[in-house]
Nanobody, 114 residues
Framework: QVQLVESGGGEVQPGGSLRLSCAAS????????MGWYRQAPGKQRELVAV???????NYADSVKGRFTISRDNTKSMVYLQMNGLKPEDTAVYYC????????WGQGTQVTVSS
């Protein structure tokens, strides 16, 4: 049974930082590309960042230079370090695992507000 469990969300002030974590189980983690997506109220889910099985990274233009995705294959974990948070970063953040088959976590809320 595949499980992706996100943690680390919360409420921060503009300019603050958060680190999201996603713990994966039930998959051969090292073979999967891992991604972070987000969905704000009334908007479609969008890609935030992705890290391939070879640790090649790609970011949405809106987060480049502020967010960093990383992975630890020994722990089956993927992380999203978010710095310089803006109110427009407010959304539910989802972890995704992709290797032809696709799996999603339940999401974690990130709220950026003064």
């Amino acid at each position: 049974q595949v499980q992706l469990v996100e943690s680390g969300g919360g409420e921060v002030q503009p300019g603050g930082s958060l680190r999201l974590s996603c713990a994966a189980s039930g998959i051969i983690f090292s073979l999967y590309s891992m991604g972070w997506y987000r969905q704000a109220p009334g908007k479609q889910r969008e890609l935030v960042a992705v890290i391939t099985s070879r640790s090649v990274t790609n970011y949405a233009d809106s987060v480049k230079g502020r967010f960093t995705i990383s992975r630890d294959n020994t722990k089956s974990m993927v992380y999203l370090q978010m710095n310089g948070l803006k109110p427009e970063d407010t959304a539910v953040y989802y972890c995704e695992a992709n290797n032809f088959a696709e799996y999603w976590g339940q999401g974690t809320q990130v709220t950026v507000s003064s």
